[in-house]
């Protein structure tokens, strides 16, 4: 019998993180790989958006005995650099002729909040364990969605990975589906501004591919992080402009008034004959003059608190390192063979503590967390470790960093880097 596992992954802004992991196999003489395999699409072509479902098949032949292996179906994007999400997304298997089917793993991806995707997002890669009668020939059904019109240069084709349990043998199979109807248009903004203050003033470039010219095209931005008490900020158009002969445009100045998270997204405004999905062109983080950090500010960097609110602690004992640390790993024999991982050593004047740290939504937030375990007098480690692994509001401006839990504030300066 298998046993279906499940392995959560996060996902970054333009994407996802997919970390390489082999599930724990059986012994290698229990899989046998198939005499033969192909790999098709069920129909020569797909339209978008009359004729979008369709089916892949892997045909399957065992030789002399059983066939036992382990298959993932994989899409492959768009195959566009700044083009995050897929266009096709698969919808599980299904076997048509003798021998079993069963999930064996499945990883799941959770994107960021100010993550956009255009087509969609394939949340979930599924391994599957099939085993065939001998001399026999099956069919998996792989039914999958077009989610998204063509787009020049893009790669629409599916990769399936056969693993024979680690053994020698391992093969991919590929197969890409032509994509018809209307063609979409990616309006490509230059790289610029990713973080601003409230009310300031910036300009908006790049071109569209194809070539698209004489066309209005406005630029939204819609919130889908903020701070403050004034509720949530609405989405809005914040530029709209005519490109000129060769797909260029420029807009005039424009601002966002709400400490937020902004996503923007571009469109044509009468897209025909051309479809008009929307593009994603990043985020920007507005803020009152303060941010949320990011590990680029963090890592490897030290911090000295000078200000800790609701605590009767000396500041200047609490301190933060940010720097890479091997992550706990109990089936990993040996320590240098650890993953090396983002990391937070904090001190309050007592414990070695260390962990990996998170920040997500605005919060700060210590996983696998290990200290010493020093009897000390006064002790403030349990305190911050609350802190940390409860989860804390963070927000840096300029050379301080400022935690905020319930009653407690902690303000830190950057001393040096780490």
Not at 58 to 66: E, I, M, P, R, S
Not at 289 to 313: E, Q, Y
Request: with cysteine; proline share 8%; net charge positive.
């Amino acid at each position: 019998m298998s046993v279906h596992r499940v392995v959560a992954l996060l996902a970054v802004s333009i994407g996802f993180l997919t970390f390489p992991t082999s599930p724990a196999l059986a012994d290698a003489d229990e899989w046998t790989p198939p005499d033969s395999v192909e790999l098709t699409v069920d129909r020569p072509s797909v339209t978008w958006p009359s004729g979008r479902e369709f089916s892949y098949r892997l045909t399957v032949t065992a030789g002399g005995q059983d066939a036992r292996f382990l298959f993932t179906p994989e899409m492959s994007g768009w195959g566009i650099s700044g083009v995050s999400g897929t266009p096709i997304r698969l919808r599980g298997a299904t076997l048509d002729g003798p021998g079993t089917l069963s999930p064996y793993s499945t990883l799941i991806a959770d994107p960021s909040p100010t993550a956009c995707f255009r087509g969609g997002f394939q949340s979930n890669r599924t391994t599957w364990q099939l085993t065939v009668p001998a001399t026999e020939s099956t069919t998996v059904n792989l039914p999958a969605s077009l989610l998204g019109a063509r787009l020049e240069g893009m790669d629409a084709s599916l990769k399936i990975t056969l693993d024979q349990g680690g053994a020698p043998g391992s093969r991919t199979l590929t197969a890409p589906v032509r994509i018809e109807g209307p063609e979409g248009v990616r309006i490509v903004t230059d790289p610029g501004l990713r973080r601003a203050k409230i009310g300031q003033r910036f300009i908006l470039s790049g071109h569209t591919v194809p070539v698209v010219a004489g066309r209005r095209i406005a630029i939204t931005a819609e919130p889908r992080r903020w701070r403050g008490r004034s509720g949530q900020p609405q989405a809005r158009v914040i530029a709209t402009m005519t490109t000129d002969k060769h797909g260029h445009f420029r807009s005039g100045p424009t601002h966002l008034q709400a400490a937020a998270s902004w996503v923007l997204t571009s469109r044509l405004t009468a897209p025909a004959p051309y479809d008009g999905e929307a593009t994603c062109n990043g985020a920007v983080e507005v803020t009152d003059g303060s941010w949320i950090p990011t590990g680029d500010d963090l890592d490897g960097h030290r911090f000295t608190a000078i200000r800790v609110k609701g605590r009767k602690v000396k500041p200047k004992r609490v301190r933060f390192n940010f720097r890479r640390i091997r992550r706990f790993s109990p089936n990993v024999p040996h320590v240098k063979d650890w993953p090396v991982v983002p990391g937070l050593v904090p001190h309050a004047g007592c414990n070695r503590m260390s962990g990996e740290y998170r920040i997500r939504d605005g919060r700060i937030r210590m996983v696998g967390f290990r200290t010493t375990l020093m009897l000390c007098r006064p002790n403030h480690d349990r305190w911050l470790q609350r802190i940390l692994t409860k989860g804390a509001r963070v927000s840096m401006r300029g050379e301080t960093l400022t935690l905020k839990r319930g009653k407690w504030t902690i303000v830190l300066r950057r001393v040096t880097r780490g």
